[in-house]
């Protein structure tokens, strides 16, 4: 009798607040995910020069200006400038304490041309994130799509997965990039990621190999499909479909993974 009169006290309390609308009550049935963006300091990219074809340069070799970790108010210790590359470093020579982490372009990118070169160690993994937000306590990946950096030969991920979609260029864990066509470790990769009013396309090495579209049903089944799921996890779902959020914009970020990995011609066209 008790837990009854218990559960008509709580069903008349939750009918009150709500018809009151003096607060919002979750549907207890199928739980939100909590989350937190945090408002990290964004840098003015007008004050960035720009290259020939009109594109920002967010690299230009020898500076970091604009960069920062993610959810972090500095340049983490294992990214630093290499020559005129910026380069990911598992073991800083001099720094062996140095703290690690992705590393974001401070600037909320909407609809845009990403370019860069990449080359990976031998066994390397790396990734870069787009629309990301920053959210409180989560890791990049939770709130953005990924395009794969990996050494196809030798890191076991490429070997995971369903039908190649963890091999470099792909759309992490739910498109393979097609063809495939990445260079070996240590070798230079060009890579362009475009997004415009939700529809993406990768390119590697001057070849179109992965196309898709955020917000439609056909992405939610992708994600459905993938380690991202509604049922694996939840936020990641959550964040993943709304990708970008109300805004639909976000930051660029590289991923660390562990391995080394160089970058370089860091460049964004606005659109």
Not at 225 to 239: N, Q, R, V
Request: net charge neutral; aromatic share 12%; with cysteine.
């Amino acid at each position: 009798m008790e837990k009854k009169f218990m559960s008509i006290i709580g069903a008349a309390l939750v009918f009150t607040i709500t018809s009151c609308n003096t607060q919002k009550v979750k549907n207890t049935s199928t739980p939100t995910p909590e989350y937190e963006i945090t408002t990290n300091p964004k840098v003015n990219i007008k004050s960035f020069k720009k290259n020939a074809d009109g594109a920002y340069v967010l690299f230009d070799g020898s500076s970091l200006e604009g960069w920062r970790g993610y959810n972090k108010a500095e340049v983490p210790g294992k990214w630093g400038i290499d020559g005129e590359t910026l380069k990911y470093s598992a073991s800083p020579a001099g720094n062996p304490d140095a703290d690690g982490g992705d590393l974001i372009f401070a600037y909320d990118f909407k609809n845009f041309e990403l370019e860069f070169e990449w080359k990976i160690s031998e066994g390397g993994n790396s990734g870069v994130f787009v629309l990301a937000k920053e959210v409180k306590d989560q890791p990049i990946y939770i709130s953005s799509p990924e395009y794969q950096l990996l050494d196809n030969e030798n890191h076991p991920d490429a070997k995971m997965g369903v039908d190649g979609n963890r091999k470099s260029g792909s759309l992490y864990d739910m498109i393979p990039a097609k063809p495939q066509n990445g260079n070996p470790a240590g070798q230079w990769n060009k890579a362009k990621i475009v997004v415009n009013n939700g529809k993406v396309t990768h390119y590697q090495n001057d070849v179109k190999v992965v196309e898709y579209e955020f917000w439609t049903p056909e992405w939610r089944e992708l994600i459905q499909s993938s380690k991202f799921s509604e049922t694996k996890w939840p936020l990641a779902y959550k964040l993943l479909t709304e990708v970008g959020g109300k805004s639909k914009s976000g930051v660029i970020g590289f991923q660390d993974h562990g391995n080394d990995v160089w970058l370089k011609n860091v460049t964004v066209k606005v659109l």
